[in-house]
């Protein structure tokens, strides 16, 4: 399923999630003008991207990936955001109990308040006429911040970080498969590969990772994106019935190995 026609379903009220939306409060952002970047912080690159929020601001998760460089179906479908609603109506109904919890969800200090306060954005698509509004300025799409921000760099003359050379990489790239039906299971581990020697196997499920609940694969790959390499992250894993913890190792130079 690519990610229109997900996006599409998902707008028409699959049954499947039905009554799993109506118990938040929708709403959806078509266009990046004047986008909270405080807030909403995700892989720019991808075309459908999903937050649940509590009304304070507080993220439970995010919701949506894509396979290596390139945006794909992977992560994306009916059956996983499903599981992801179920898993953060749950961590509401625990909240503000569970908040500390969440902390590593919450969005990153930012130079940029909105996409257009990059240069190049401003410089294409003006300021804001107002709060929320766009007054007749083409649509600034998600990918466009994500060029913005390596302009930026480039523009500056500094050496751009791999964080954001190559962002959010697929947890393939350290041989950890996840299922695209599910939250964050284990589908598949490459032998040889970093996942291989820290003792996943197939049917493994990620429960928490760094001391953060897991209810997608966006949300492993937030915290591997975020983490500081070298690193050893903590894995609350749950393996045939019982809560094992595991590693996940990043070396320094993770986010080029291949599987």
Same mark, same amino acid.
């Given at each position: ?71 794909? !179906? %992977? ?6 955001? +499903? ?5 953060? #109506?749950? &961590?509401?109904?625990? *909240? /503000? ?48 911040? !994500? %060029? ?6 480039? +523009? ?5 970080? #791999?964080? &954001?050379?190559?962002? *959010? /990489? ?90």
């Amino acid at each position: 399923m690519d990610c229109q026609s997900f996006d599409e379903q998902v707008v028409r009220r699959d049954p499947k999630v039905q009554k799993l939306l109506d118990q938040f409060v929708c709403v959806r952002i078509v266009q990046a003008n004047g986008m909270d970047l405080t807030l909403f912080q995700f892989d720019y690159d991808l075309t459908f991207a999903a937050f649940m929020l509590n009304a304070d601001r507080t993220i439970y998760g995010r919701y949506a990936s894509r396979t290596g460089r390139r945006q794909t !179906s %992977q992560g994306t479908g009916i059956e996983s955001f +499903g599981k992801a609603l179920t898993a953060a #109506l749950e &961590l509401h109904r625990g *909240y /503000p109990a569970n908040k500390s919890s969440l902390a590593g969800k919450q969005p990153l200090p930012v130079s940029h308040k909105i996409p257009e306060d990059y240069p190049t954005l401003a410089a294409r698509f003006g300021r804001p006429a107002g709060a929320g509004v766009v007054a007749d300025r083409n649509c600034i799409h998600c990918h466009q911040i !994500s %060029q913005a921000q390596k302009k930026d760099f480039e +523009g500056a003359k500094r050496d751009m970080p #791999l964080q &954001l050379k190559l962002p *959010y /990489p697929m947890p393939e790239i350290f041989g950890l498969g996840l299922d695209p039906k599910e939250k964050a299971k284990v589908s598949r581990v490459w032998d040889g590969t970093s996942a291989a020697r820290d003792g996943f196997k197939v049917g493994d499920e990620i429960l928490t990772l760094d001391g953060q609940p897991m209810i997608s694969i966006a949300d492993v790959q937030w915290v591997t994106h975020n983490a500081k390499p070298p690193a050893q992250l903590k894995a609350e894993v749950l393996r045939a019935g019982k809560r094992i913890t595991l590693p996940i190792t990043l070396a320094s130079d993770w986010r080029k190995a291949p599987r």
